[in-house]
Structure formats: C-alpha cells, structure tokens
C-alpha cells in the first residue's frame, strides 16, 4: 500500500512552488496588501492549470482529488499568496462534482482562469445578529460577511438555511463592500443583498455541509504551508543572527524552539493528506476528520506563530522581515469557517458526544 504522494502529486506541487517564489515574493505580497490587485498571480497559476484542478474533464479541467487541491492550497500558505484558489479552484467546481446545479460554461470559464467565483459561505456556520440571508421566490435579502475575494465575477452564497445560490456580481440590488480583517494577502468582502435574483444550485443543506469540509481542510493547508514558512524563515535566521560572537542557532534554547516548532508541524502534513483523502474517498468519515484537521491545525499554526515570532525577537514584528504576513494568516484561517472550540463541538456531535 502506498502512503506516499504520486509521482504526479510531488511533480505538481513542486512546478506550483518554483512559480509562486519566482512571481509572488514577499515584496508582491506587500505590493497587493496596498493595491489589492492579484490578477498576475492568478494568470500564471490558470497557465499551471491551478483553477481547472478540480472541474471535471469534461468542461475542461484536470478532473483531479480534494488531495490535489489540499497541496496546492499549502503552496498558496507557504507564500502567502494572493489568489481566489478557495472559491474558484475549490468551492465552484466541488458543488458541480457533489450534484449543484452549475452549467459547463462557467466550469469552462473557470477552468481557463476567465472567471472568479467567490464564496460567502459564512451565515451557515455563524452569524451576527445583523447578518441574515433569506431567499423568497429565488429573491435572496439580507447581509452576508466574510465572502472570500472581493475581486470575484460571481458569489457562491449559502442563506441561513443553507440552501446555495450562485449570484452574479454586478446582479441588481447587490452591493459589495470592502471587509477589513487582520489579513492583508486576502481581500475580504461584505454582501448586501435586496432583491437580488440568484440561481439556485441546491437546497440541500448537506451540500453546503460537504463545501464547508473541504474548505476547512483547505484552510487547514494553508496555515500548515504559512507555519512552514515561519518554521523555515527562524531556522535561517537563527543561523545569521549572532549574539554574543555566535549565531544564536548554537544556543540550546532557540535549537529547542525551531525543533518544537518541526515536530509539532509534521504531524499535521498525515492530517491534512489523509482529510483530503476522506473527502473523495471515505465520505462517512470526511466530516468528523475535517473538524479535528481545522482544529488541531489552527492551533499548531498559532503556536509555530508565536513561537517564530520570538526567535526572530524585536525583528519579527517588523514589515522588513514580513513575518507579520503569515502571522496574520494564520490568525485569518483559525477563525473562518469555524474556530477550534467549534470544530471540537462540531466533532463531539458527530460522534453523539454532545447535543
């Protein structure tokens, strides 16, 4: 039995690795956390085959796993990068492949890197009380935070009920406003909606259920691929900084902090392959395994934060190292879709340990 990436597997992830560090470096990053313009980045990855991934080959995409995507998203958190891989190379495609109502043109479109689909899935899993989205004869009002890349040519909206809609951005009565968060590689939007006229992709709320799965295990990729970085950038700079005419690697203490930080971190690569997995393979399992995968690695990922954070010392909260960037990353993915505390509850009530 192999336990094992492909050949294939190891081939992709790595033609998308030598991409993103030759176009999108630290100084691109903080380049689009002032202008919020992606569209290069994303050019380059649809050149790569980044958003056909997971559309089906007869719309023409790749035709590819939920593990696939999951390597892709770790790559996309190693650098930090600014991109609409959430709702256009995971959220779109996966609703097509589990029976929602979404037509091969726009799959079509997609998968050439023509058209962003964002995804504002957030009222199904909490909302405040100000923040509610009906639908009335196709009609959706109400207000939707959270909806990941405010840049998008189409929203995947889940109502409170969660039934999903696909809405056009520039549909009558939607208006999108900007949403500031911590994380300034992601723009983040607010919808308000009156009126507006949606397509219904489904109204089974189990659909909506499984795309919150997959995204957390991408969310989960993401922050272990934004750790590695933070994991990697103190090793080498432990091995230059030098305090008392020796690099501060040399110390017990520090040695000890990088190595917590690794072995905390690769137990959580097994998680996350084997959620990516359980979504397209083992679907009795999918959901409990995603909750623990976005829970135990969003509290690894703040542990590695903080502790790079404390190698790197008075530098590491400087924008001339940008750790802030993964940071803050980390912070973003810990919360969306679901906190630990809610991923354990989630968990304890798929397992009939809570009401």
């Given amino acids: 039995m192999e336990f094992g990436l492909s050949r294939e597997q190891t081939l992709l992830t790595d033609s998308v690795a030598r991409f993103l560090s030759k176009e999108a470096p630290l100084d691109r990053v903080r380049r689009f956390a002032t202008e919020g313009d992606d569209r290069d980045i994303w050019a380059g990855l649809a050149e790569l085959g980044v958003p056909a991934l997971l559309v089906p080959e007869s719309a023409g995409g790749v035709g590819l796993g939920c593990l696939d995507a999951a390597l892709i998203a770790e ?37 050439a890197g023509e058209r962003r689909v964002g995804v504002a899935l957030a009222n199904a899993v909490g909302r405040r009380a100000d923040a509610t989205l009906s639908s009335a004869g196709g009609r959706l009002d109400g207000i939707v935070h959270f909806a990941m890349d405010a840049g998008a040519d189409d929203y995947l909206v889940a109502t409170d009920t969660g039934a999903l809609y696909l809405v056009a951005a520039d549909a009558p009565g939607l208006s999108i406003k900007a949403f500031d968060t911590i994380d300034r590689s992601r723009r983040t ?58 690099p501060i690697a ?7 902090m990088c190595a917590d930080m ?7 690569r097994a998680m996350i392959w084997y959620a990516g997995h359980a979504l397209d393979h083992m679907p009795d399992e999918a959901h409990l395994v995603a909750c623990h995968t976005k829970a135990h690695v969003a509290e690894v990922g703040k542990a590695v934060a903080k502790t790079s954070t404390e190698v790197h010392g008075g530098m590491g909260f400087t924008d001339l190292v940008g750790l802030h960037y993964w940071f803050k990353r980390v912070g973003y993915n810990r919360q969306m879709l679901g906190t630990p505390e809610m991923m354990r509850l989630e968990a304890a009530r798929a397992q009939g340990l809570a009401a």
């Fill in 189 to 246: 939007a607010e919808l308000h909606f009156a009126g507006v006229t949606g397509s219904l992709v489904g109204d089974d709320p189990a659909l909506v259920a499984r795309l919150l799965d997959a995204l957390r295990v991408m969310l989960a990729a993401d922050t272990l691929g934004a750790a590695q970085q933070m994991l990697d950038q103190s090793v080498a700079y432990a091995k230059q900084r030098e305090q008392f005419n020796r």
């Fill in 262 to 268: 690794a072995a905390a971190l690769e137990p959580c």
């Fill in 250 to 256: 040399t110390f017990q203490a520090v040695k000890h």
């Fill in 75 to 111: 790559q996309l958190g190693y650098r930090a990068t600014p991109s609409p891989f959430l709702g256009t190379g995971v959220a779109l495609p996966l609703a097509a492949r589990w029976g929602g109502r979404i037509g091969d043109e726009l799959l079509a479109a997609v998968a």
